[in-house]
């Protein structure tokens, strides 16, 4: 069974900084692409970043220069980092998992249960 959890949200305030944790099992985690999505309120889910099996990473212009993402083959676990964050950064932020490479669209096979970001102005 496939599971992605993620983990880290929370209230930020405005220009502070989040870092997210997916942790997953049940998969070759270093064979998968790992991804991650956001869903605003009133709002369709959105790719944020993404990064392949072999550690090209991918950004939406609107987090490009403010964020990061890593991962851990060890630990199985894919990190988010997002600086300087903006009111319109909450969202859910939702982990998700497809082979081998990014897809900038829906395209995901796993998906985790999201967790909550709270941006205070």
């Known amino acids: 069974q496939v599971q992605l959890v993620e983990s880290g949200g929370g209230l930020v305030q405005a220009g502070g900084s989040l870092r997210l944790s997916c942790v997953v099992s049940?998969?070759?985690?270093?064979?998968?692409?790992m991804g991650w999505f956001r869903q605003g309120p009133g709002k369709e889910r959105e790719f944020v970043v993404g990064?392949?099996?072999?550690?090209?990473?991918y950004y939406a212009d609107s987090v490009k220069d403010r964020s990061t993402i890593s991962r851990d083959n060890d630990k199985n676990t894919v990190y988010l980092q997002v600086d300087s964050l903006k009111p319109e950064d909450a969202a859910v932020y939702y982990c998700?998992?497809?082979?081998?490479?990014?897809?900038?669209?829906?395209?995901?096979?796993?998906w985790g249960q999201g967790t909550q970001v709270t941006v205070s102005s």
């Open positions: 998700a998992a497809r082979l081998h490479y990014v897809s900038r669209g829906p395209e995901w096979t796993y």
């Open positions: 049940g998969l070759p985690f270093s064979n998968y692409a």
């Open positions: 990064i392949n099996w072999n550690e090209g990473r």
